[in-house]
Structure formats: C-alpha cells, structure tokens
C-alpha cells in the first residue's frame, strides 16, 4: 500500500518561499511520475507540476514557469516542490500525487494514489 505525506505548508507573505516534500512509504515508486496539484476554494484541482520515474522530463502549469521547481529523491523516495516569488494567487491545499505510468499527464485520473494535501497561505 502506498502512503504519501505531505510537509511544509504554512503561511508566507507575497513574494516568499517554501518547499514542500512529500514523503512516500510502500512498495518502490521509484518506476513511476509524481506530480504536485493544488485545489483553491470554489476552483478545480489543477496540476501544478509533474516529474517523470528518472527526473529527465518536468513539467508546470502556466501559472508557476520559472517560480516552481519540483525534484524527487527516489532513494529517500521523496519528492520536493520549491515554490519561489510566491503569490496570493498560489494559496491553495497542495496535494502530491503517485502517476500510473513513468512519465505521467495533468490529468487527475492518471494518479492513483493521493496525499492529504497541506495547506499553502500567501498574504498580501
């Protein structure tokens, strides 16, 4: 059974940082894409970052190019979204997620396993 927790939340002012890390326990995903979505109140789950099973191919939503980076340990099997210049716009719960496959899509349902999310607050 997979498990994935994530860590780092908080509140940060507009234009600060965090990371979250999401830790994963279970069988090795080290075979498999992981991605980072985020869902504000009244909007949908969106994915906000994904990374393939080798690290080789990265992708990010529109909204975070060039403020979001996301890595993966696959030996600590963690993995990490660096959030940079971060805006009111970002607040949101941040859910890591497991992908079917090894290089993974935007699309939820391509995720079979979720975590509990964390909750990211960015003031003005």
């Known amino acids: 059974q997979v498990q994935l927790v994530e860590s780092g939340g908080g509140l940060v002012q507009a234009g600060g940082s965090l990371r979250l890390s999401c830790a994963a326990s279970?069988?090795?995903?080290?075979?498999?894409?992981m991605g980072w979505f985020r869902q504000a109140p009244g909007k949908e789950r969106e994915c906000v970052a994904r990374i393939s099973w080798n690290s080789a191919i990265t992708n990010y939503a529109d909204s975070v190019k060039g403020r979001f980076t996301i890595s993966r340990d696959n030996a600590k099997k963690t993995v990490y979204l660096q959030m940079n210049s971060l805006k009111q716009e970002d607040t949101a719960v941040y859910y890591c997620?497991?992908?079917?496959?090894?290089?993974?899509?935007?699309?939820?349902?391509?995720?079979?396993?979720w975590g509990q999310g964390t909750q990211v607050t960015v003031s003005s």
């Open positions: 279970g069988p090795f995903l080290g075979n498999y894409a």
């Open positions: 997620a497991k992908a079917r496959g090894l290089v993974g899509t935007d699309r939820i349902n391509e995720y079979n396993y």
